[in-house]
């Protein structure tokens, strides 16, 4: 019998993200079957891929819609439009999101809810796979909310929650929510006790607060730097805090509206293995700027960037691996860009730590492959 290593194909010369050196990877039926580091100055056989990274693809754990559709207004006679966005993602990189339900009244995000449960039986190769959806809202402080409107947004409580999510508890991956308001510690718990994953955003607590609230399970900040306390030398607030502790994620839009280039890069350069790249891309994604309905109010999109009439900034149209680029370009550090839509989303979902884990057993297809430079960063299918 031939052994199964010489019926691979090899690849060598590939630079995973967040491993240093170099990379020998084998194929076996195009599904990675074998990942060994390559010793330095090594001429082993097989396709030179030249120091390229292989990835897995990105996951979006923050995007509220596109193609006009806003996931909170999801009807049933959506669903074909939904499966043809799912699709443009796929070929924007993206393998997975968490779409996004901004604050919205009780009945239509429950209707969104089951029409993201018929979606996600309709999946099939190449189509973005959903996730369970991010809740974004709606128990968050007044004073934060930003575009969520005020009149929908609701007091932590079991009951409120229960009205809900109610029968979607396994539809649900990641709820956003502002951890000082009184209840939340109970609906975190609850939270927590079924898997879910939360996060603190649209919130006035303090670092003490936040402190106490990654204690009680809260895992990840939404949008850091948005809706929340900055980062300053005497009231370092919920950043800081989560710096300070280290194994919180730490949600960032990197399109250089949202936050400015410098504070993006000296995040990732003080939490290099917490920072996950989100797009919060809206209803517009896949759309040409200009004016958008959004609920009952009119979006202003301009070169990526989204606002309503009264100037809020609310999000952007631009997919996640543009992201991706932008932050390489100002770092200077492709790597770690790349492994904050690629590698570190999985693991705050549950997936092992390392990218080697992460890529054993992936077709090759499913895969990026990025060139370039930091500065003129490229992305393509791997086959």
Same mark, same amino acid.
């Given at each position: 019998m031939v052994p199964f290593s010489h019926r691979m194909r /090899?690849?060598? =010369?590939?630079?995973?993200?967040?491993?240093?050196?170099?990379?020998?990877?084998?194929?076996?039926?195009?599904?990675?079957?074998?990942?060994?580091?390559?010793?330095?100055?090594?001429?082993?056989?097989?396709?030179? /891929? !030249?120091?390229? /990274?292989? !990835?897995?693809a990105g996951i979006d754990l923050q995007i509220n819609g596109g193609l006009g559709l806003a996931f909170p207004e999801l009807q049933p006679s959506d669903l074909p439009k939904l499966l043809e966005l799912l699709e443009l993602l796929w070929r924007d990189g993206v393998e997975a999101i968490s779409p996004t339900l901004v604050t919205c009244g009780v009945a239509p995000l429950r209707q969104a809810l089951g029409v993201l449960r018929d979606a996600r039986a309709e999946h099939q190769r190449g189509r973005c796979r959903l996730l369970g959806a991010h809740l974004e809202g709606p128990f968050l402080a007044h004073g934060k909310r930003g575009a969520h409107p005020a009149e929908h947004l609701a007091s932590p409580s079991l009951e409120a929650l229960e009205a809900r999510i109610g029968g979607f508890e396994e539809d649900i991956a990641l709820v956003t929510l502002a951890p000082e308001l009184p209840g939340a510690d109970a609906v975190i718990a609850a939270l927590r006790s079924r898997g879910i994953v939360v996060s603190?955003? =649209? !919130?006035?607590?303090?670092?003490?607060?936040? !402190?106490?609230?990654?204690?009680?399970g809260v895992g990840m900040l939404t949008h850091s730097f948005n809706a929340m306390a900055g980062l300053q030398h005497r009231s370092p607030g919920p950043i800081g805090a989560a710096v300070r502790r280290g194994d919180v994620a730490l949600g960032l839009i990197a399109d250089g509206v949202h936050v400015d280039p410098t504070m993006a890069v000296l995040l990732q350069r003080l939490a290099p293995e917490q920072v996950v790249l989100v797009s919060d891309a809206l209803a517009p994604y896949g759309l040409a700027d200009g004016l958008h309905r959004w609920d009952e109010r009119t979006l202003i999109v301009e070169q990526g960037s989204c606002r309503l009439e009264d100037g809020t900034l609310a999000g952007v149209t631009l997919p996640l691996l543009e992201a991706v680029?932008?932050?390489?370009? /100002?770092?200077?550090?492709?790597?770690?860009?790349?492994?904050?839509?690629?590698?570190?989303?999985?693991?705050?979902?549950?997936?092992?730590?390392?990218?080697?884990? *992460?890529? *054993?057993?992936?077709?090759?297809g499913e895969t990026l492959r990025w060139s370039g430079t930091s500065a003129e960063l490229r992305w393509s299918r791997a086959a």
């Open positions: /090899w690849l060598s =010369h590939v630079r995973l993200p967040g491993e240093p050196g170099l990379w020998r990877i084998g194929l076996a039926q195009e599904q990675i079957a074998a990942i060994q580091p390559l010793p330095q100055g090594s001429a082993a056989a097989g396709e030179n /891929w !030249s120091g390229d /990274w292989l !990835s897995p603190l955003g =649209h !919130s006035e607590a303090t670092a003490e607060q936040a !402190s106490h609230a990654f204690e009680q680029r932008r932050l390489a370009r /100002w770092s200077g550090d492709a790597d770690r860009a790349i492994a904050a839509a690629t590698v570190l989303p999985r693991r705050l979902l549950g997936a092992p730590t390392r990218v080697r884990e *992460q890529l *054993q057993g992936l077709p090759l």
